[in-house]
């Protein structure tokens, strides 16, 4: 099997990836923050973990796969200023802030088993590990790299001469901004917060603990730092998150766990996933641009035909969501669905001869940087083929999908009904051209219009969208 290749973060550069010891492959996947829907550019972060996990075992590695759920901590932003987000989301909801986390804990998981998403070896809730985080804290104070201000404890980013390494960051230029802005409480622009106090201002917090320095919650990031290597241990192999992580969240993680653990580098491979794009910019909340599944779904897009649509792009690239492209995957999704199903219901043979090569380069452009836009033409090749019979095809496309996860193996795989319709009827519309009768053809493209649906004529024959 070709050599795993991964590219790091850390070094810019895709290195062949050594698991540091024999047991499990340890990775930790940065998790959502619980204060409304996941939207599609968040599922997008997570097929990717996934697809990282699922091609780690493809690659023979046992997996031990954290992910956290962000219930406290994260303010609205990210520079240690604004309100928490679940405090914030609370009162717009009218519930606790314990009730906010379980309902939309609940439809992000549920979200993740209709992508196909599997479950890690591990959920854990910041909430869950407050002492954790507390001792985590204490460490990097006794060891002198933290100072106490009106509003909490803080790093400080002056003792660490490494920091920022991984964004690559210019703290000069930083500075400069220091001195043009200023920094409030902060001794350096980069300081970041471990333990916010709950301020005494009459509005008391829902979530807050007690803490050697006084009433309180803890920053964002040492929740990541302090869970990641309580299950994973002190050093691990894999960080997984969207590249808008990089600059603060996974710099400011690497801060705090080399200083407190005594180790360097803390994790070896760091992955970063590229944003989904709406209308030119990233999706997200703080704009409102966002799209979620279940508006798609209701849109008569199959859940997993937007996991074919991430599959189509590599990880590292930006994606733009737009009407046609979710068509576009739908389409190509239930055409690979249909074969799926004919090729699991033949026994034709021709013999297992010319498997290898498809599965050979199957695995290499996987194991390029899990390069799936390649590994999915491989897919549609192997497909066509005129070199393999069915039962080979069938062998083939039930393997790779360990890894696509697109449910093509599933035995209860059905053809997809409402898109057979549509197809039927365009089928049934080219041959009433074909005998020249123009005004059943008229007819049907008029009742398909009625649905919704608009037909192109294009060199490689109609195509159909959703209008
Ligand atoms: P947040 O709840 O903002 O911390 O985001 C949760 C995860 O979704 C993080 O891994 C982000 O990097 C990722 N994410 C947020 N917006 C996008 C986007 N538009 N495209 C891809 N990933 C995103
Ligand atoms: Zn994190």
Same mark, same amino acid.
């Given at each position: 099997?070709?050599?795993?290749?991964?590219?790091?973060?850390?070094?810019?550069?895709?290195?062949?990836?050594?698991?540091?010891?024999?047991?499990?492959?340890?990775?930790?996947?940065?998790?959502?923050?619980?204060?409304?829907?996941?939207?599609?550019?968040?599922?997008?972060?997570?097929?990717?973990?996934?697809?990282?996990?699922?091609?780690?075992?493809?690659?023979?590695?046992?997996?031990?796969?954290?992910?956290?759920?962000?219930?406290?901590?994260?303010?609205?932003?990210?520079?240690?200023?604004?309100?928490?987000?679940?405090?914030?989301?609370?009162?717009?909801?009218?519930?606790?802030?314990?009730?906010?986390?379980?309902?939309?804990?609940?439809?992000?998981?549920?979200?993740?088993?209709?992508?196909?998403?599997?479950?890690?070896?591990?959920?854990?809730?910041?909430?869950?590990?407050?002492?954790?985080?507390?001792?985590?804290?204490?460490?990097?104070?006794?060891?002198?790299?933290?100072?106490?201000?009106?509003?909490?404890?803080?790093?400080?980013?002056?003792?660490?001469?490494?920091?920022?390494?991984?964004?690559?960051?210019?703290?000069?230029?930083?500075?400069?901004?220091?001195?043009?802005?200023?920094?409030?409480?902060?001794?350096?622009?980069?300081?970041?917060?471990?333990?916010?106090?709950?301020?005494?201002?009459?509005?008391?917090?829902?979530?807050?603990?007690?803490?050697?320095?006084?009433?309180?919650?803890?920053?964002?990031?040492?929740?990541?730092?302090?869970?990641?290597?309580?299950?994973?241990?002190?050093?691990?192999?894999?960080?997984?998150?969207?590249?808008?992580?990089?600059?603060?969240?996974?710099?400011?993680?690497?801060?705090?766990?080399?200083?407190?653990?005594?180790?360097?580098?803390?994790?070896?491979?760091?992955?970063?996933?590229?944003?989904?794009?709406?209308?030119?910019?990233?999706?997200?909340?703080?704009?409102?641009?966002?799209?979620?599944?279940?508006?798609?779904?209701?849109?008569?897009? *199959?859940?997993?035909?937007?996991?074919?649509?991430?599959?189509?792009?590599?990880?590292?690239?930006?994606?733009?969501?737009?009407?046609?492209?979710?068509?576009?995957?739908?389409?190509?999704?239930?055409?690979?669905?249909?074969?799926?199903?004919?090729?699991?219901?033949?026994?034709?043979?021709?013999?297992?001869?010319?498997?290898?090569?498809?599965?050979?380069?199957?695995?290499?452009?996987?194991?390029?940087?899990?390069?799936?836009?390649?590994?999915?033409?491989?897919?549609?090749?192997?497909?066509?083929?005129?070199?393999?019979?069915?039962?080979?095809?069938?062998?083939?496309?039930?393997?790779?999908?360990?890894?696509?996860?697109?449910?093509?193996?599933?035995?209860?795989?059905?053809?997809?009904?409402?898109?057979?319709?549509?197809?039927?009827?365009?089928?049934?519309?080219?041959?009433?051209?074909?005998?020249?009768?123009?005004?059943?053809? *008229?007819?049907?493209?008029?009742?398909?219009?009625?649905?919704?649906?608009?037909?192109?004529?294009?060199?490689?024959?109609?195509?159909?969208?959703?209008?």
């Amino acid at each position: 099997m070709s050599e795993l290749m991964l590219y790091n973060t850390l070094t810019r550069r895709k290195e062949r990836f050594e698991p540091l010891g024999p047991g499990a492959v340890g990775m930790y996947s940065c998790g959502p923050t619980v204060y409304s829907h996941q939207h599609l550019g968040n599922m997008r972060a997570y097929v990717f973990a996934d697809l990282v996990k699922r091609v780690l075992g493809y690659f023979g590695h046992d997996v031990n796969h954290i992910v956290n759920i962000t219930d406290v901590g994260h303010l609205t932003d990210d520079a240690d200023a604004g309100e928490d987000k679940m405090e914030e989301a609370a009162r717009r909801e009218g519930m606790t802030a314990w009730e906010v986390a379980a309902k939309w804990t609940a439809v992000f998981e549920e979200d993740l088993k209709r992508l196909h998403v599997l479950e890690p070896s591990r959920w854990c809730k910041a909430t869950d590990h407050i002492p954790e985080q507390i001792e985590m804290i204490a460490t990097l104070e006794a060891k002198g790299f933290t100072y106490t201000n009106r509003d909490g404890v803080y790093f400080d980013t002056s003792k660490e001469p490494h920091y920022g390494e991984l964004a690559r960051l210019d703290l000069e230029s930083q500075e400069t901004q220091e001195r043009i802005e200023g920094v409030g409480d902060k001794r350096n622009p980069s300081d970041f917060a471990l333990w916010k106090l709950s301020k005494a201002d009459g509005n008391k917090r829902q979530m807050e603990w007690e803490s050697p320095w006084g009433n309180g919650f803890p920053g964002w990031h040492i929740e990541c730092s302090a869970m990641s290597s309580k299950y994973l241990g002190e050093t691990f192999d894999i960080h997984t998150g969207g590249v808008d992580h990089i600059p603060v969240h996974h710099t400011n993680e690497i801060a705090q766990s080399e200083n407190a653990f005594g180790v360097r580098p803390w994790v070896r491979y760091w992955l970063h996933g590229a944003w989904l794009m709406f209308d030119n910019e990233k999706m997200s909340k703080s704009k409102g641009t966002t799209v979620t599944l279940d508006d798609i779904v209701e849109h008569g897009i *199959d859940s997993l035909a937007y996991r074919y649509f991430l599959l189509t792009a590599h990880y590292r690239q930006q994606m733009s969501l737009s009407d046609a492209a979710l068509d576009g995957a739908q389409a190509s999704y239930q055409r690979l669905v249909r074969h799926a199903i004919e090729l699991r219901d033949s026994d034709e043979s021709q013999g297992a001869a010319a498997m290898e090569g498809f599965k050979s380069r199957f695995d290499r452009a996987l194991a390029d940087d899990l390069n799936t836009p390649q590994a999915l033409a491989v897919v549609w090749e192997a497909v066509r083929s005129n070199d393999l019979g069915a039962v080979e095809k069938w062998q083939l496309l039930s393997g790779f999908d360990v890894v696509l996860g697109l449910g093509l193996a599933d035995a209860n795989l059905l053809v997809p009904t409402i898109d057979a319709e549509i197809e039927a009827k365009i089928q049934e519309r080219e041959a009433a051209r074909a005998a020249k009768d123009y005004a059943r053809s *008229d007819e049907i493209r008029d009742e398909l219009i009625a649905d919704g649906i608009v037909l192109e004529d294009t060199p490689e024959g109609v195509r159909w969208r959703r209008g």
